[in-house]
């Protein structure tokens, strides 16, 4: 006898439970004695705090300040990233050139860029980018030079055979034909933004969530400190939900 | 029945070799505007080399090629290429498929689709304008990829064993498309093909070729008459066409099996 796949409904039934689960045990150690709550509140103290700090109007401003750094960030290693990696991709010349340049800059994590972002920009918004840019620029780099790579060459063919120009076989076959790999590497390369944004705000910031974190840990108030950790959580869950949708709305033929 | 007497394509010379090996050794080849050539021939005989050559993908070792007074010296929109893997582009619609050589010259939007939608409807996919490549069958495909070179208007069509890859019913009815096309269009087409029954179907004039090196032994001209449907095989004269071809064919093959097991 062949068992039955379970039903969705029964599945996200046992993930609820879980979450449940988990909360419950982790409120009962902490009534219970077994944890001093300077080193960890209670689930219930968090959610006081989260809808104190509600009220109070704080807790949307650090979240939103966090969120605006890492799309834009973001957003700015991507514009140049794209377009050059297609270049890079397509031309073994730029390559060559640019292949030493990136295999420095690759294994630099964003945190060594901290130093010297405070002494040009001192601590400003443009500084939280600039880490964000640096953590994810090369990465994102080597995403798209490799996504190029995985092009049918057929294709281009077909396309010079049409009567396109190399500009126009990159912007019209190579940047829609990688599209899909280059979007699944984003999505990675968003993680790692938000770990860029959250690490230069733990050094020097005066809000966001690394900023809440850090504050929360000066005054001994731990729940601030989780409530920070798990607003992190939150909000990567939701960039990362929004991120599949326009997925599925660029990518709609490969269904 | 559309020759003209004017050369289309002229082979002159043509030579190509990868180190030692010799795909092509001397081509020298005039295609009048009009002509359905066939290009016949086992596998490895320099048949794709050749056209290859012609669309200006590869450049040759030796010789010139000049098609319609021009020589060929970069990769040529004048030759459309009909793939046998189709080389649809898989994130576009068939309409923005067949439009793609259009938008390519810059023709306007509302223009280039008109010209589309004219050609799906000759090659007979009136209502999969909207379709993703994904979401056609092979024979669908391959006429999708015909109607993108129609479309693009070029003065030669070139065809490297399109039907190759379809099941034997599909490849029939495409043959007969085809002809038609080919009467309607009155394009100049060259077809690579290793059956000898397609070349005879389609062909206004056929080209056997040899491997080691790669060359043209043998020029038919293919009197069947024409239109044509899959009826003309029972003619006597087909029969005749095909022993011919069949007996230059096999002792090429023949040749061939020997040097290779040397």
Redesign the interface.
């Known amino acids: 006898m062949i068992a039955k796949p379970p039903s969705r409904a029964a599945l996200l039934g046992t993930s609820a439970a879980s979450v449940v689960l988990f909360l419950v045990v982790w409120e009962a150690c902490c009534r219970a004695g077994l944890v001093d709550p300077i080193f960890l509140p209670p689930p219930s103290a968090v959610l006081a705090k989260a809808l104190q700090m509600m009220g109070e109007g704080t807790l949307l401003g650090n979240v939103l300040a966090s969120a605006r750094r890492v799309m834009m960030g973001f957003l700015a290693a991507t514009a140049i990233a794209i377009p050059l990696g297609i270049m890079l991709g397509t031309s073994t010349y730029a390559r060559a050139a640019f292949d030493p340049i990136l295999s420095f800059l690759r294994p630099l994590p964003s945190m060594s860029w901290i130093p010297l972002s405070l002494l040009w920009f001192g601590i400003t918004e443009t500084q939280k980018y600039s880490i964000v840019f640096m953590g994810t620029f090369a990465p994102a780099l080597v995403y798209v030079i490799e996504a190029t790579r995985n092009i ?1 060459p ?2 281009i ?9 190399r500009w ?1 076989v990159m912007k ?2 190579i940047l ?2 990688s ?1 899909a790999q280059i979007l699944s590497g984003l999505k990675v390369i968003l993680g790692l933004a938000w770990t860029c944004v959250i690490s230069a705000e733990l050094v020097a910031a005066r809000e966001g969530l690394g900023f809440l974190i850090m504050n929360g840990k000066e005054f001994f108030q731990t729940e601030v400190v989780v409530l920070g950790m798990v607003l992190i959580s939150i909000t990567v869950l939701l960039t990362d939900f929004v991120f599949r949708l326009i997925e599925n709305r660029v990518l ?3 269904r | 029945m559309n020759q003209t007497g004017k050369t289309m394509i002229s082979i002159q010379g043509i030579s190509k070799h990868y180190g030692d090996f010799k795909a092509l050794e001397h081509v020298d080849l005039e295609i009048e505007k009009g002509e359905f050539v066939v290009l016949l021939g086992a596998s490895g005989c320099g048949k794709s080399t050749l056209l290859n050559l012609v ?1 200006g ?1 590869d450049r040759p070792t030796g010789g010139r090629i000049v098609v319609n007074g021009r020589e060929v010296n970069k ?1 040529d ?1 004048h ?3 009909v ?1 046998q ?1 189709y ?7 068939v309409i923005d498929n067949v439009a ?2 259009l ?3 810059g023709i306007a939007k509302a223009e280039r689709l008109e010209v589309a939608q004219r050609y799906i409807e000759m090659v007979g996919l009136r209502g999969f304008e909207q379709k ?1 490549p ?1 979401a056609l069958s092979g024979g669908m495909r391959q006429r999708v990829s015909i109607a ?2 129609l479309a ?1 208007d070029p003065d030669v069509i070139l065809l490297d064993e399109p039907f190759a890859a379809l099941d034997a019913m599909t490849r029939q009815v495409l043959q007969d498309e085809l002809l038609q096309i080919y009467e309607k269009s009155k394009k100049t087409i060259i077809f690579i093909t290793h059956s000898i029954d397609e070349a005879l179907l389609l062909s206004t004039r056929m080209l056997i070729m040899s491997a080691r090196p790669g060359r043209v032994v043998m020029d038919i001209h293919n009197d069947l008459p024409l239109p044509r449907n899959a009826e003309v095989q029972l003619s006597p004269r087909y029969n005749e066409l095909k022993s011919q071809i069949w007996g230059t064919v096999q002792s090429e093959v023949m040749r061939s099996l020997q040097a290779s097991s040397h």
């Open positions: 049918d057929l294709l063919r077909a396309a010079q055979n049409l009567g396109a120009s126009q019209e076959v829609p034909g599209l709609r033929w490969q | 669309t993908f990769v929109p030759c459309g290429m793939f893997q080389a649809l582009f898989p994130w576009l619609t793609f050589g938008k390519m010259k993703f994904s993108r070179v693009n």
